[in-house]
């Protein structure tokens, strides 16, 4: 019996940079909010504001393992993204990804809830197709030290595909790309936040390779706002949809425009590019375009101007 009109709302990894974000936006819009993560590369400072709330509730859970809850969607978040977590244990990585899946799908078809899976932009390895449209198939390596990360996120694709044409799941899949913003790990490797705390504590900012490979960075509200369209939109809208910032920097233009707006003694410093490390990525948002009426709003400058006073505070606590 349900004495509540609140949709409940599992969000697997909510303890994360992204979830927690996620965790702050659907309780804000009257919702009960059930967050669950390991604590592998998520802490429960991200959501620590929110433990005061009656209507939140934070579990420690794996999601390899069956969970056994009631809810009316489920945003599945759980795994981590930057490559220095996923790569320190690959086989977790490859499990929290396809088991994972396996056991949120499990739950969504018992419970009939509608499920969303925050995908990537991995899916599409190294590509040869810019910008990456979501009829690109991709080009990843299948056992390389990025594999357990692409492979398992497409996996997790092929499954929620075949529990839609199988048990008729109400899905809805995005393909992430890379995101930034405050809670971001502080020592995860991923490039914004590593420039960010590098320039802020005056040390080389430190790129790989000849810093002229590309990324497209979208702030975090943005991407959020994505989340919940996609999760409000007709059961016929299933994705795969691309959310991202389709404004494309190397990562050398990245590193000066930090540099220019922390000053201090910093230089650039150029190390070894790790093995994979795709070249070029940008999303081609048509799809969320065209089926969410979604486009970011936040651009760099500004974006940047958010994470950077964010980092600022952090390390002087
Ligand atoms: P994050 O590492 O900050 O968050 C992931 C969360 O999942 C963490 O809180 C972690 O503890 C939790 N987790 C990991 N394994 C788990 C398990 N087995 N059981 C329960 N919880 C587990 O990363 P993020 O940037 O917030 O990414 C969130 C999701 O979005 C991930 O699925 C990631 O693949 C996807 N994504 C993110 C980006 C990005 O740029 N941030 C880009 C593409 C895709
Ligand atoms: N990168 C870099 N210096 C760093 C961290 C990352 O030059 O200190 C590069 C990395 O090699 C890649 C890009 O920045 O080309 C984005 O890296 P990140 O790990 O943030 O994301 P992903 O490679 O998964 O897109």
Redesign the pocket.
Known sequence: MRISNRKRILITGGAGFLGSHLCERLLGEGNDVLCVDNFYSGTKDNVAHLMGNPHFELMRHDVTFPLYVETDEIYNLACP????HYQWDPVQTTKTSVHGAINMLGLAKRTKARIFQAST??VYGDPEIHPQPESYWGRVNPIGI?SCYDEGKRCAETLFFDYHRQHKVDIKVARIF?TYGPRMHPND????S??IV?ALRGED?????D?L?T?SFCYVDDLIEGFVRIMASPPEVTGPINLGNPHEFT?RE??EAVLKKVGGPSKLVF?P??QD??KQ?QPDIGLAKTHLDWQPAVQLDAGLDKTIHYFRNFLQQ
Not at 205 to 209: A, L, M, Q, V
């Open positions: 993204a930057s490559p220095v932009s991995e990025r890379n490797g991923r490039v914004v590593n420039f590098q900012i430190t790129i790989y390779g810093g490979q990324r990562i990245l590193a190390n590019l790790p490390d795709p990525r």
